[in-house]
């Protein structure tokens, strides 16, 4: 495994099962539709097992989780919830367990695929270098 696999800028490609994994986490229904087809652009940076993972949204939220493979970590959801996780790495995926649901991210094909409980598949492509 490549050690800055992870590192790069993503920009949202495209979704599966968004709704259904809204309802799941709680998201209120104005958040439901202000995230649909959402232009969210992710950044990873990574060194060795430490990252820094962020979202920027469009209105200029972001919410950033740094963690360490192997190491509890103060995480935050998309919806603001903040909770403690353990970030493991397994066949190349970053797993993180969720309050709600199992969330893996892995690079396919130059792509950042994030699975969240196998209810929704986001996929992001790789954001052009300026």
């Known amino acids: 495994q490549d050690n800055m696999a992870f590192t790069g800028k993503y920009e949202f490609e ?3 099962n968004y709704d259904d994994f809204v309802k799941k986490i709680g998201l209120p ?3 439901i539709e202000m995230g649909r087809n959402c232009k ?3 950044e ?3 060194n060795g097992n430490d990252f820094t993972w962020t979202q920027h949204f469009p209105g200029g ?3 950033t989780n740094t963690f360490t493979i192997g190491k509890e970590a103060e995480m935050e959801t998309m919806g603001g919830k903040k909770f403690k996780a353990t970030v493991k790495m ?3 995926k970053i797993v993180a367990d969720f309050p709600n649901y199992r969330h893996t991210s892995e690079i396919c094909g130059g792509k950042l695929v994030e699975v969240s409980s ?3 598949r986001l996929v992001y492509k790789k954001h052009p270098q300026k």
Do not use: F, W, Y
């Open 14 to 16: 495209g979704d599966e």
């Open 29 to 31: 229904s104005d958040k």
């Open 40 to 42: 969210i652009v992710t």
């Open 44 to 46: 990873v940076v990574q």
């Open 61 to 63: 939220r972001t919410t």
């Open 90 to 92: 397994e066949d190349g």
């Open 118 to 120: 196998q209810l929704s």
